[in-house]
C-alpha cells in the first residue's frame, strides 16, 4: 500500500467527532514533527495551519478540510447505561437499536446499542461498563466490512478525514517541489456543528491575506455526480455559489493538465467554502463523491417512508482520492496561470469576429 493510501487508512478509522477532534489532531501533529522542512500552528480555536518553510513567491494557496464527523459524546453514565449527545446531523429514523462503539481515554473500546433517542439526546445500554463522561461514540461496524477492495475505501468516516488525507498527500508532495511553497493546508473543528471552525479560523485572522481557499469535501453522490468519476470541482452547494474567478482559474488548470474530473453544483449540503466566502475570503470548493453520506443507507428512501434507517460505512473511489491530490497540485502550480484564461478566450474570438457587429 502506497503512503497516502496507508495515511488514509489510518484517518478514516480514527474516532472524531465536533469538538473532540484529538486523535485526529495527535496524528497530523506527529506526521509534521516528521517533516522539518513544515510549520504547524494551531490557533485559539484548536484549527491546525500548515504551511512549507521558505520564501512564498505567490499569494497562497490553501487546501481546507474538516476533521470532525457525526458521533456521540457522554454526558452521563449509570454503569452500563450511558446517556450520549449527537453531534452532527443523521435523520431520526437511523437511531434506535443502532449499533454504536465507544472510546475511552486509554482506548478502550465498548459496544453498546441505542435504547432510545430524542432531540439530540441518546440513552445506550453498553456490553459492560468502562466508559466516562467526555468519552466518544460513533456507529459500530463489522470490521470485515472496511478497508480498500478494489478502487473503493470503506471505512467509519470519509467525510472529511478522506478531504484532510488528500490534503496532508497534497502537502507531502509540494514540500519537495521547488516553487511550490505558497501552498498550505487548514484543518477545522466543529464543521458538522455549523461550520464553527471555518468561521473561527476567519474571526481570528488564521488565513492569510490574499489566500486562495480550497474548501475540500467528501460530499453525498447524486445520479449526476457518481462515485468513480473523478474529484469534483465544486461551483457551490446548498447555501452559495463559490468565487466565480477562483473556480474558473481552477477548472481552466485541471482542464489544460487533462485531469479527470467532474465540475457540479453538490447541492446536498453547507461546506466551509460557503463560510470562508461569508467572511470576504476567495474561496471554492473541491470535493470527493460520497456513498453511504454520514453513514446513511438510502436517504432518499428513508425520507419517502419506503425503506428504513440502515447504517453503513462511507465509500469513496482511491481513484477519485488520487485524483484530487493530482487536481490540488495542478492548481497550486498554475492557478495564476489561468485565472484570466476564459476572459483572453472570449477577447480572442471577439477580435476575429467583431465585423459582424460592424465594429
Not at 486523535?23 to 517533516?35: I, L, N
Not at 456521540?72 to 431520526?92: C, Q
Not at 428504513?308 to 485524483?323: K, Q, R, T, W
Request: with cysteine.
Amino acid at each position: 500500500m502506497k503512503p497516502t493510501h496507508r495515511w488514509l487508512v489510518e484517518l478514516t478509522h480514527l474516532p472524531t467527532t465536533s469538538g473532540h477532534e484529538d486523535r485526529v489532531t495527535d496524528w497530523v501533529e506527529r506526521w509534521v514533527d516528521r517533516r522539518d522542512d513544515l510549520l504547524l500552528r494551531v490557533d485559539r480555536a484548536g484549527n491546525l495551519f500548515i504551511t512549507v518553510k521558505g520564501r512564498k513567491r505567490h499569494d497562497p494557496v490553501i487546501a481546507a478540510a474538516h476533521m470532525d464527523h457525526p458521533g456521540w459524546v457522554v454526558e452521563l453514565v449509570d454503569g452500563r447505561d450511558i446517556g450520549a449527545r449527537f453531534m452532527g446531523g443523521v435523520l431520526p429514523a437511523y437511531f434506535e437499536g443502532a449499533p454504536v462503539v465507544f472510546f475511552s481515554g486509554t482506548g478502550e473500546e465498548i459496544s453498546g446499542t441505542v435504547e432510545s433517542f430524542s432531540d439530540g439526546l441518546g440513552t445506550i445500554r453498553l456490553s459492560r461498563s468502562g466508559m466516562e463522561v467526555g468519552d466518544i461514540g460513533r456507529w459500530r461496524f463489522d470490521k470485515r466490512r472496511l478497508g480498500i477492495k478494489g478502487d473503493v475505501l470503506r471505512a467509519p468516516a470519509c467525510d472529511d478525514l478522506a478531504g484532510v488525507a488528500a490534503a496532508i498527500a497534497a502537502l507531502d508532495r509540494a514540500r519537495r517541489k521547488p516553487g511550490l511553497e505558497h501552498f498550505g493546508v487548514l484543518l477545522t473543528r466543529g464543521e458538522e456543528e455549523g461550520l464553527l471552525g471555518a468561521i473561527a479560523a476567519c474571526e481570528l485572522g488564521t488565513i492569510p491575506d490574499r489566500a486562495r481557499i480550497l474548501s475540500i469535501e467528501t460530499s453525498r453522490s447524486f445520479a449526476d455526480s457518481p462515485i468513480g468519476a473523478g474529484p469534483v470541482v465544486r461551483v457551490g452547494d446548498r447555501s452559495s455559489i463559490f468565487d466565480a474567478h477562483l473556480t474558473n482559474a481552477v477548472t481552466n488548470a485541471v482542464r489544460s493538465a487533462g485531469i479527470t474530473h467532474q465540475r457540479k453544483l453538490m447541492a446536498g449540503g453547507t461546506c466551509e467554502a460557503t463560510a470562508f466566502g461569508a467572511y470576504g475570503h476567495r474561496s471554492t470548493g473541491l470535493c470527493l463523491a460520497l456513498g453511504n453520506y454520514h453513514n446513511m443507507v438510502d436517504i432518499d428512501g428513508v425520507v419517502a417512508g419506503t425503506a428504513n434507517g440502515v447504517l453503513a460505512p462511507e465509500e469513496i473511489s482511491l481513484s477519485d482520492f488520487d485524483g484530487l491530490v493530482a487536481l490540488m497540485l495542478r492548481v497550486a502550480s498554475d492557478v495564476d496561470e489561468n485565472a484570466a484564461a476564459i476572459r483572453d478566450r472570449l477577447a480572442a474570438n471577439y477580435d476575429r469576429r467583431k465585423d459582424l457587429l460592424g465594429l
